[in-house]
């Protein structure tokens, strides 16, 4: 059975840092391209960064760059969301998903960022 699995999220203040995890099971991630998405109370999912199958090639939302790194690490099955200079409007619940076939979703992890 394909699922992915988040987590990692919390409350963190603004300027801190948070690192997302999303592991695989029962498909390998080296082989597919993943996706952040995140989505606020009230808005629409929207795109925060993808690593593509098989390299390492990075994209990312324009108000994230600088700040979240995506990466995978293959032996351990997982692509992480490194996220430094948090600011409020951050706060999301953040989603990894891979497209084969079907969408894969993870159930989501909640980050907030708040003083």
């Known amino acids: 059975q394909v699922q992915l699995v988040e987590s990692g999220g919390g409350l963190v203040q603004p300027g801190g840092s948070l690192r997302l995890t999303c592991e695989g099971y029962?498909?390998?991630?080296?082989?597919?391209?993943v996706r952040w998405f995140r989505q606020a109370p009230g808005k629409e999912h929207e795109f925060v960064a993808r690593?593509?199958?098989?390299?390492?090639?990075?994209d990312y939302r324009d108000s994230v760059k600088g700040r979240f790194t995506i990466s995978r690490d293959n032996a351990k099955n997982t692509v992480y969301l490194q996220m430094d200079s948090l600011k409020p409007e951050d706060t999301a619940v953040y989603y990894c998903?891979?497209?084969?076939?079907?969408?894969?979703w993870g159930q989501g992890t909640q980050v907030t960022v708040s003083s």
């Open positions: 690593i593509s199958g098989g390299t390492t090639n990075t």
């Open positions: 029962g498909i390998s991630l080296s082989a597919v391209a």
């Open positions: 998903n891979f497209f084969l076939q079907l969408t894969y």
